[in-house]
């Protein structure tokens, strides 16, 4: 879940994880540890038809969620970080 300051530009002013609850570290607007977030809309065919859902993980309840998986995360190197 994030929060943003209220006025003309949206600053981040913090970002809690959906799964435990933990306020990940936000500085000056912006985002200092790692935080999976996941935007999906609902289209046709689903039973939550027209909606949209946003939610944060921070990295422990990431690990957490995807080792459940059957089949395992794809896990590459990237050629550089942003």
């Not at 570290?25 to 977030?37: A, D």
Request: aromatic share 12%; hydrophobic share 30%.
């Amino acid at each position: 879940m994030r929060e943003y300051e209220s006025g003309r530009e949206r600053i981040l002013m913090g970002v809690v994880c959906n799964q435990c609850g933990r306020k990940l570290k936000v500085e000056k607007g912006y985002l200092r540890e790692f935080c999976f977030s996941a935007d999906t809309v609902f289209g046709y065919f689903s039973r939550k038809d027209g909606t949209k859902h946003h939610f944060d993980l921070c990295e422990d309840c990431y690990d957490q969620l995807t080792s459940q998986f059957s089949i395992p995360v794809e896990i590459g190197e990237a050629a550089e970080l942003l």
